[in-house]
């Protein structure tokens, strides 16, 4: 982030800098570029590291890097540009965010980016879509950061939990916590969640729910609704001292193995030490392998990816077993688990039913239930 | 150990060394070593490795190693020895079971070792008073192992569960474990055990539970009881696949948190890559605090312990939650958790009552009920 002693130039020269109007993904990208989020990226990647990311997830110096974060353009936008200059980047409405040092200027090759990132080129994986739909232009080069927020407001942003890396590491030293395990999510936390939060929270000294706020596809859950399925279940299920909630405002991909990596980079950056990955972790459809996110860890080495991934498999209710099990802790017997599918859950709350409470706590239930129900309901 | 073709010569050479008969913690010790399982020991410490474990937890060359295994003679038996020459090694039923080379003699500096190791002189301390009677000479040395075997045969010796440390990391590459929990233990497995192992086997690949059976103090469960504990809970609730049992021959010392640091660098030795610690690990009475079992792993760096303690807290079932919870996963509410003493329980079981499902499996209990009931009976 530029100092605000700075903004006020930067503004007025932009006035006269040729302007690029990003996606909302890209908005989400600068976003977590200007807090640090994505450290050691300092802008938008250029040729020699999207090339070297896609090919071997690293960067050109070889730090691990799985995903490329690129500023895609179309052509006239990119007719407007040079290499050497500067551009100023705006939000769809309007708000200058950011001005960005164009160093490079290279086709999008959108044929090495899609199968190597997501590992098919299917349009129906909604990571490759938005892929496709760019520009065939990228731009490469360090931003300056203006701000992070459009004028236009936005009632989802979470500010009182949008804390960036610097302050979570600030509040982990404040709380004396050396060992903090990070909970990616962007579904509501069930009982299947709680219980991987809490087993990670076990063994450390405390626990990040550090939820997904930035672009998803149409069809997740509202991050607002989310956001208060997060405060119920810790009001009521979690210890306070133990546990923080704070949003993450990168966008989707659906990228699966890779964005799995990214996420755990991304959570070091946070300063967590610990990092849960479960099945199928940021997958969508059938496209990744059950366990292909957590393999895809064995590919590093400690040293380089410095959070220690906590590798869960699907979890549930036994009545034998009286808790909540997985396969590798409890022997399976058929028909002895409450197992539900989301659709049938979906179905369940949208005639405001709670779903069982080995499945679901009622107060999330009924979070849930509110939701569901208007959202059933004719416009 | 020796290998078979030296043994016959060591034997025949040992009909005429002076003779050292050992204590039941000596033997233990002795197994210890000859399995491997206190590697980088290769026999009984000398003084500069006493001094430098008593006053830095560490050998003298640098190596962390929080308790000296001594070999403690009696002025009678230390007249009979001499530096360079050899001793023979005798279990209290006359079995041969080593040749020592004998290195050193020196006077046992139960001064400095008892307060340094146990954090306290009270003989009322079980490991405490277990040094103030041993002799007042020390013998150092490395040692030909024979054989680990009394000839008296022992009926709690668990042959098939006794698995040396090579066998151990033999038996997890053929069943693709790289990371592995051991849990100690010397008491049977209730609930709140089986959900720490639990936690620690969500997050590895799978779980090694591992009782001592050595020597311990008259009150503690007896060690036969015990395995058919672990053997009735693993069958009925833990994963085959996931699950080993196996023995570890170590003596108890109830020496708390250094003791906590031998049981890892043995686990260490043994295979695994985590190590449950509990609560006033390896404790007794008072005498330390709830966590300074869990602290002390502080005063080592990851490449001198490569084993990752894990951090418990005390468990028990809560009600509001209904599943089992910590300090760290549940807020708690007056009443709402179910938690008994060990001395009401015994009762319980001594009048052959199981104890609530939420506190031991029914299947444990039974065994339980069946030892107290027995040794409640009047002989």
Not at 21 to 31: N, P
Not at 78 to 86: H, P, S, V
Not at 98 to 126: C, M, Q, R, W
Not at 310 to 315: D, N, R
Request: glycine share 8%.
């Amino acid at each position: 982030m530029v100092p605000e002693a700075d903004a006020q130039k930067l503004k007025d020269a932009a006035a006269s800098m040729p302007s690029i109007t990003m996606s909302a993904k890209q908005v989400c990208d600068l976003e977590m570029i200007g807090i640090g989020a994505f450290s050691p990226l300092e802008g938008f990647v250029g040729p020699d590291d999207f090339t070297s990311i896609c090919t071997n997830m690293r960067l050109s110096n070889g730090t691990p890097w799985p995903i490329p974060i690129t500023l895609a353009v179309d052509d006239a936008t990119k007719d407007a540009l040079a290499e050497g200059k500067q551009a100023a980047l705006h939000h769809p409405d309007g708000t200058l965010m950011a001005v960005i040092d164009v160093t490079s200027i290279y086709a999008h090759d959108k044929k090495l980016e899609i199968p190597n990132v997501f590992g098919t080129e299917d349009e129906a994986h909604p990571g490759v879509k938005a892929v496709v739909d760019e520009g065939d232009w990228l731009v490469g080069g360090p931003v300056h950061v203006i701000t992070t927020e459009a004028d236009s407001g936005d009632a989802e942003r979470f500010e009182s939990h949008r804390l960036p890396p610097a302050k979570t590491r600030e509040a982990f030293d404040k709380l004396g916590w050396s060992r903090v395990a990070a909970f990616q999510t962007r579904n509501p936390i069930h009982r299947a969640h709680e219980y991987l939060c809490k087993c990670a929270q076990e063994i450390c000294d405390g626990l990040l729910v550090h939820p997904l706020v930035g672009e998803t596809k149409p069809g997740d859950i509202p991050a607002d609704v989310r956001m208060k399925c997060y405060e119920t279940i810790i009001e009521h299920y979690f210890v306070d001292e133990r546990t923080m909630l704070s949003v993450m405002p990168a966008a989707m991909r659906y990228a699966g193995p890779r964005e799995a990596i990214l996420h755990a980079l991304i959570r070091q950056n946070y300063g967590a030490s610990h990092f849960i990955v479960g099945r199928d972790h940021a997958g969508v459809g059938d496209y990744y392998g059950t366990y292909d996110a957590q393999l895809i860890f064995d590919q590093f080495t400690r040293d380089e990816i410095m959070v220690e991934p906590l590798k869960f498999e699907h979890a549930a209710w036994s009545n034998r077993a009286q808790g909540m099990v997985s396969a590798k802790t409890f022997p399976k017997i058929q028909g002895d688990q409450i197992f539900l599918s989301g659709t049938k859950v979906r179905e369940m709350l949208a005639r405001g039913e709670r779903p069982p409470g080995e499945f679901s706590r009622p107060e999330v239930a009924d979070v849930l239930i509110e939701w569901a129900v208007n959202a059933a309901a004719p416009a």
